[in-house]
């Protein structure tokens, strides 16, 4: 019988955290690692959407498809992983969406209004209208994270770490504070920018 799909949801309460870059390395990731990934675009900003649009207008299509979710639905034949874009500031689509997903990456940026917005994320979860699907895993992938001249995080994004690690939260993935994230929306993610996310594959039991 073939395994069912894994729904990744990759979510904050917060927008403008890098949800979307975030959906678009692990779906090149898992992509890379040959095995079948769509992305659902769940925000009416439809940024996921875009993104494709333009690879495909720039002549390198995405190696993956992006949905509308009434796209999604419609589909005969599921892939392995489906990872949802969710929207920011809608606590009602982050009600919605958790029950449905195996795994739940919140996208984090360093600095103390950064912690507190993913300690407002986890409070909704936890509330008592919204219940988890069994075995669901839950991580942090920290965003635009910074070194110091001496090759440590910086002093804030240690401060964040240590908040979230207080949080009882699991740091799954750094991506840290590269221009280039910037310049590749709407193209192909290459693999200098998607690989730290290999450790996210492990806990997705994504064969290497
Ligand atoms: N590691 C990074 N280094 C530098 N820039 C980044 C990084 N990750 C994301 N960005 C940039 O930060 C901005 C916000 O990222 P993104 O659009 O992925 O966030 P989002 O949470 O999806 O936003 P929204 O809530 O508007 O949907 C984008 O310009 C993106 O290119
Ligand atoms: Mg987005």
């Not at 001249?149 to 964040?160: F, P, Q, R, S």
Request: with cysteine; hydrophobic share 40%; glycine share 8%.
């Amino acid at each position: 019988m073939p395994k069912a799909t894994k729904f990744i949801i990759v979510i904050q309460a917060k927008g403008g955290v890098g949800k979307t870059t975030v959906t678009h390395a692990l779906a090149s990731a898992i992509s890379d690692n040959r095995s079948t990934v769509a992305v659902v675009d769940q925000d009416t900003q439809e940024s996921s959407l875009q993104w494709a649009g333009a690879a495909e207008h720039h002549g390198r299509p995405l190696p993956y498809p992006v949905y509308r979710p009434e796209e999604f639905i419609k589909l005969k034949e599921r892939p392995a992983y489906v990872i949802i874009d969710a929207p920011g500031n809608n606590l009602g689509a982050l009600k919605a969406l958790v029950p449905q997903a195996d795994v739940i990456l919140m996208p984090t940026l360093p600095g103390p209004l950064e912690a507190d917005s993913l300690a407002r994320t986890i409070a909704v979860m936890q509330g008592d209208d919204v219940a988890f699907k069994d075995g669901a895993e839950v991580g942090v992938i920290c965003v635009k994270w910074r070194r110091a001249g001496t090759g440590n995080d910086t002093a804030v994004c240690l401060d964040t770490q240590a908040r979230i690690e207080e949080m009882g939260l699991p740091i799954l993935a750094k991506l840290y504070d590269k221009s280039d994230y910037q310049k590749r929306f709407g193209r192909v993610m290459p693999f200098h920018l998607y690989h730290p996310l290999k450790d996210v594959l492990d806990t997705l039991g994504v064969r290497a």
